[in-house]
């Protein structure tokens, strides 16, 4: 499995821009399909945007279409979340995620990938 290490995070006011990066090894990011998830406290693990292996078919959460860029440097090994305009329901811990097979169009489970990242901390301020 790759292994992936997660970074980026912090806090940020309401309307400002954050880049998470996850730094893959073990394997070739253009070898994966890979996501990225968030989690608050009480609630299920979220879905927020993917980046397909092969296709390079992209796909976000609803609420982020717009302001979250996903992406990938296959050079560097390394995905990538810009965020930007963030609000406050955004707060969260952020994962990233690798697994080796395609995705479908739409939202992807957690059960679709098999490598995951530490979560990173995420706050914005109203």
């Known amino acids: 499995q790759v292994q992936l290490v997660g970074s980026g995070g912090g806090l940020v006011q309401a309307g400002d821009s954050l880049r998470l990066s996850c730094a893959a090894s073990?394997?070739?990011?253009?070898?994966?399909?890979m996501a990225w998830f968030r989690q608050v406290p009480g609630k299920e693990r979220e879905f927020v945007a993917s980046?397909?292996?092969?296709?390079?078919?992209?796909y976000y959460l609803d609420s982020v279409k717009g302001r979250f860029t996903i992406s990938r440097d296959n050079a560097k090994n390394t995905m990538y979340l810009q965020m930007d305009s963030l609000e406050p329901e955004d707060t969260a811990v952020y994962y990233c995620?690798?697994?080796?097979?395609?995705?479908?169009?739409?939202?992807?489970?957690?059960?679709?990938?098999?490598?995951w990242g530490q979560g990173i901390s995420v706050t914005v301020s109203s």
């Open positions: 980046i397909s292996y092969r296709s390079g078919r992209i």
């Open positions: 995620a690798g697994g080796p097979t395609s995705l479908r169009f739409g939202v992807s489970l957690e059960s679709d990938f098999d490598s």
């Open positions: 073990g394997r070739p990011l253009s070898t994966l399909s």
